[in-house]
């Protein structure tokens, strides 16, 4: 069962809490896994797990500094 996501949020808006988020990654075409760490985006993935993404933010990514982003609906 997929999880329900939000719709996506402009670049002007960053998330709240720190965490995995689904990125609109333009070199793809399409969304990839990205951890936000409280002030950017680190590591873009697209077979990665939430888990493996996570584990991987402590390198920077080469998204823009300004994404288009959505997370989870609801807590999981």
């Given at each position: 069962?997929?999880?329900?996501?939000?719709?996506w949020?402009?670049?002007?808006?960053?998330?709240?809490?720190?965490?995995?988020?689904?990125?609109?990654?333009?070199?793809?075409?399409?969304?990839a896994?990205?951890?936000?760490?409280?002030?950017?985006?680190?590591?873009?993935?697209?077979?990665?797990?939430?888990?493996e993404?996570?584990?991987?933010?402590?390198?920077?990514?080469?998204?823009?500094?300004?994404?288009?982003?959505?997370?989870?609906?609801?807590?999981?």
């Open positions: 069962m997929r999880r329900k996501v939000t719709g949020y402009p670049p002007e808006i960053t998330p709240v809490h720190k965490g995995v988020y689904e990125v609109d990654d333009q070199f793809v075409n399409g969304p896994l990205s951890y936000w760490n409280g002030e950017r985006f680190c590591f873009r993935t697209w077979n990665s797990t939430v888990t993404t996570k584990a991987q933010a402590v390198e920077p990514t080469s998204l823009p500094a300004r994404t288009f982003w959505r997370g989870l609906a609801r807590k999981p």
